[in-house]
């Protein structure tokens, strides 16, 4: 895998994959090894992904300085690899939590951002949070599939504050679109992914600036797709629909079926979203 060099000397790695010109891609998490985008469901056909591994999650470099972790930290190592590219511009997909990493990259570099596109995003950079009435939005659909009473059990729990340790496990299907072997196996390997000192302090105090973002976004004028999964518990449609008023040129596109990772979902569907809008 080829690296670069951050500003405080830690050494980052980053995948290419495919042809075509450059689209930056930042994994969520947080904090989550990369592997987990695989291709992004073929989208290297389209465009060359430059798939960066943060900084202690895959073949990065852990820092010498763990609040080097937090989100608006990671910006720094963005506009890093724009330099170590040589490019004028980014055209940046920001997935999950890769999202307020993106969206913080735009306050502060403004000019340097081309085409953003941002899947099931988390919208904690701009101080969104989902609700209950949004969340059962999601959940209510998938009321006559046979994982349901148990992932429903263990989501109220965890809403109510008394989630047993095997919550987060229980809730899983939420996240996808199938609950098949292959969404399975995607999950089981998120435990050996991510870097939990990295994602505990990705949020630690002074992270987000919601008011900044926000008063960034609403001049911005570069093209924005905001790509949710219809029955996505992480980033419910009607959330990102939220997101999506605080930028006056988002374009919202709810991927039938799909869950937190749509590329799993329907590949054929998220590649041909994602090349229109990026061509």
């Known amino acids: 895998m080829p690296t670069f060099t951050a500003p405080d000397g830690t050494t980052l790695a980053y995948r290419v994959v495919g042809g075509g010109t450059p689209l930056v891609c930042l994994p969520g998490g947080p904090m989550r090894d990369s592997a987990y985008l695989g291709d992004l469901g073929g989208l290297g056909a389209y465009r060359t992904l430059?798939?960066?591994?943060?900084?202690?999650?895959?073949?990065?470099?852990?820092?010498?300085?763990?609040?080097?972790?937090?989100?608006d930290r990671l910006v720094d190592d963005v506009e890093a690899l724009r330099r170590h590219l040589d490019l004028d511009r980014l055209d940046l997909l920001g997935h999950s939590a890769g999202a307020n990493v993106a969206l913080q990259y735009v306050t502060?570099?403004?000019?340097?951002?081309?085409?953003?596109?941002?899947?099931?995003?988390?919208?904690?950079?701009?101080?969104?949070?989902a609700t209950a009435p949004l969340r059962a939005e999601v959940t209510r659909v998938r009321a006559g599939e046979g994982w349901f009473p148990a992932a429903m059990e263990a989501l109220d729990s965890m809403v109510a504050g008394g989630a047993p340790g095997d919550a987060w496990q229980a809730i899983a299907p939420f996240f996808y679109g199938r609950w098949d072997a292959a969404a399975?196996?995607?999950?089981?390997?998120?435990?050996?992914?991510?870097?939990?000192?990295?994602?505990r302090v990705f949020g630690a105090d002074g992270a987000f600036d919601p008011a900044a973002v926000r008063a960034a976004l609403a001049t911005h004028r570069g093209p924005v797709l905001l790509l949710a999964g219809e029955v996505d518990l992480g980033a419910p449609p009607g959330l990102v629909a939220?997101?999506?008023?605080?930028?006056?040129?988002?374009?919202?596109?709810?991927?039938?079926?799909?869950?937190h990772y749509p590329w799993l979902d329907d590949a054929e569907q998220f590649t041909e979203t994602l090349a229109a809008f990026l061509s």
Do not use: K
């Not at 430059?50 to 989100?71: E, F």
């Not at 399975?184 to 994602?199: I, M, T, V, Y």
């Open 50 to 71: 430059v798939v960066l591994d943060n900084r202690g999650t895959g073949r990065s470099a852990v820092p010498a300085d763990v609040s080097s972790y937090r989100c």
């Open 108 to 129: 502060r570099h403004p000019e340097q951002v081309g085409r953003l596109a941002l899947v099931t995003p988390s919208t904690r950079a701009v101080g969104l949070a």
């Open 184 to 199: 399975q196996a995607h999950q089981a390997a998120e435990p050996g992914q991510r870097n939990q000192e990295a994602a």
């Open 242 to 259: 939220q997101l999506g008023q605080l930028m006056p040129e988002a374009e919202l596109v709810v991927q039938p079926g799909a869950g």
